[in-house]
């Protein structure tokens, strides 16, 4: 039974993996663009880039995602398809979360790099590029992996606007035919995110030590990452 439950719940992944890529990338698009916008000289780009991670991190995900599915076609007459409703959501939401990342990992780079990178007399994009984000995004990674399998996890709300991934094959699916195997089949969905975001990580150390052999560093600690994380 437990091997039928995970069959069915199986038939949801497909829809899952694509609204979590979709919004990973989406997500670190976002994150970077505000987060360096929040560090822009121009004061209206900083102005824009903060609205957009407050107005974002500040509202409801759930709210967000049915005034995009269900509001938004009403005032613009189109409507987009519920899984990239999904993706749009998950990316403009945890992008604002990301961008903090990008903020924060950007100002500790520390002081001295950036005022060798002047006395070597690189523009400021020249600076940004080859100097100051190589050594951030070490720092970045970490709480990206957490962001990340965060909105693998919110990837579950799609459910309510009736995109076929892993929660709503359990919800909708199995739980109204098996009303006594409820145990079973939650235990079978949380094997299913477990296994993915066990992928996610996995795919972010790797990543993190390419990232830290780029600059000649090791990889950030994990204590050290919660404990920025945290803060």
């Known amino acids: 039974m437990f091997a039928h439950f995970l ?3 199986a038939q949801g992944v497909p829809a899952t993996v694509a609204a979590t ?17 929040m560090l822009a000289p121009q004061r209206w780009v900083r102005v824009l880039a903060r ?5 974002w991190r500040g509202t409801s995900e759930v709210v967000q995602l049915f005034w995009i599915f269900f509001a ?15 993706i749009l959501v998950l990316g403009l939401n945890h992008g604002a979360y990301g961008g903090e990342i990008v903020r924060g ?4 780079v520390p002081r001295e790099q950036h005022e060798c990178a002047i006395a070597l007399s690189f523009t400021r994009l020249q600076r940004l590029r080859r100097v100051i984000l190589p050594q951030a995004l070490v720092e970045m990674i970490p709480p990206f992996t957490n962001l990340f399998i965060q909105l693998l996890k919110a990837s579950a709300l799609l459910s309510l606007i009736f995109v076929h991934e892993i ?7 199995l739980a109204p035919s098996y009303t006594g195997q409820t145990v079973w089949i939650y ?20 990543l993190e030590r390419r990232a830290a052999a780029a600059v000649g560093r090791e990889p950030v ?11």
Do not use: H, K, N
């Open 105 to 108: 990992a950007v100002l500790a």
């Open 21 to 37: 890529l979709g919004g990973v990338v989406l997500c670190a698009v976002l994150s970077f663009a505000a987060g360096l916008g």
């Open 51 to 55: 609205s957009y991670v407050e107005v």
């Open 7 to 9: 069959a069915v719940l």
């Open 187 to 206: 235990l079978a969905m949380l094997a299913l995110y477990l296994v993915l975001a066990a992928l996610i990580a996995g795919g972010m150390r790797a």
């Open 221 to 231: 600690a994990a204590d050290a990452a919660l404990g920025r994380g945290g803060g």
């Open 72 to 86: 938004l076609p009403l005032l613009v007459g189109f409507e987009l398809l519920p899984l990239w409703a999904g």
């Open 167 to 173: 929660t709503y094959q359990g919800q909708v699916v």
